[in-house]
């Protein structure tokens, strides 16, 4: 188990308090809660479509996305996570997963019991809507991509998770919104846009020969700001910025 006060938990705190006003008692609670540390190499299941759970999983290093599985076994990548997300929050009132969470780069998780989970929000109710939130928040990048799979080119569908990701990095405080490491691949990245690996890179290519963000080596260099948001369409409302 781990002890209190576990750097990962900051980092989840962090992400909470961007959305949610909380007490030093209710902060305290959080970062005090326990959990099992478990490590995984890339392309590892954390959790599998169907599987009865009885934890939550903080990411605390690495990349991990959620998908959702065909009957022939090919799947398809709906969320990515990064340092300070509760991957599956949610699982805490419903412990059977609808989908998998897969560790897309090698990546460490703390599995936090959703008794734990329950018992806080229990018993500060202001942590309850806080994850409730957290659960909103989740939900509405899950719409921002169906919309932009269905809707966007492929040119504003990789600008716009560029952008999106540029931001969530900087509000987790592990990059900046014009300079963050991405870890990951040309294949995963297709995987999460509906398209192929080939379409990908010859997409990387164009956005970077017009000026808008470079993509090399696990790192992202946004060269223009608004002019990737403008590709994208980006407006970050929907990441629910403003503490209520």
């Known amino acids: 188990m781990t002890h209190s006060d576990h750097p990962a938990l900051s980092g989840f705190l962090r992400r909470l308090l961007l959305r949610s006003k909380l007490t030093q008692e209710e902060q305290g609670a959080i970062l005090s809660l326990e959990g099992v540390t478990v490590q995984a190499t890339a392309n590892r299941d954390l959790v599998r479509p169907g599987e009865k759970v009885s934890y939550s999983c903080l990411v605390i290093e690495g990349l991990v996305g959620r998908y959702d599985q065909m009957a022939d076994g090919s799947r398809q990548t709906t969320s990515f996570f990064i340092v300070g997300d509760m991957a599956d929050l949610q699982s805490a009132v419903c412990p059977i997963a609808g989908w998998g969470l897969v ?3 090698n990546s460490t998780v ?3 019991p959703h008794a734990a989970l329950v018992d806080i929000s229990t018993s500060y109710p202001a942590i309850s809507r806080a994850f409730w939130r957290d659960t909103v928040v989740d939900a509405a990048i ?3 991509w169906v ?3 269905g809707r966007k080119s492929a040119r504003a569908r990789i600008a716009h998770v560029l952008s999106e990701m540029g931001h969530r990095m900087e509000e987790a405080g592990i990059g900046t919104r014009t300079r963050f490491g ?7 990245l297709a995987d999460a846009m509906g ?3 080939v379409h990908v890179n010859r997409t990387l290519r164009a956005l970077r020969q017009e000026g808008a963000v470079d993509f090399r080596h696990s790192v992202v260099d946004v060269l223009d700001l608004e002019r990737l948001h403008s590709i994208a369409e980006f ?8 503490p209520a």
Not at 182 to 188: D, L, N
């Open 110 to 112: 703390l599995k936090v």
């Open 182 to 188: 991405f870890p990951v691949t040309q294949e995963q």
């Open 147 to 149: 919309a932009n799979i």
């Open 103 to 105: 560790a897309l780069t």
């Open 235 to 242: 407006d970050p409302m929907f990441l629910l910025l403003e």
């Open 195 to 197: 398209l192929t690996s």
């Open 142 to 144: 899950l719409s921002k």
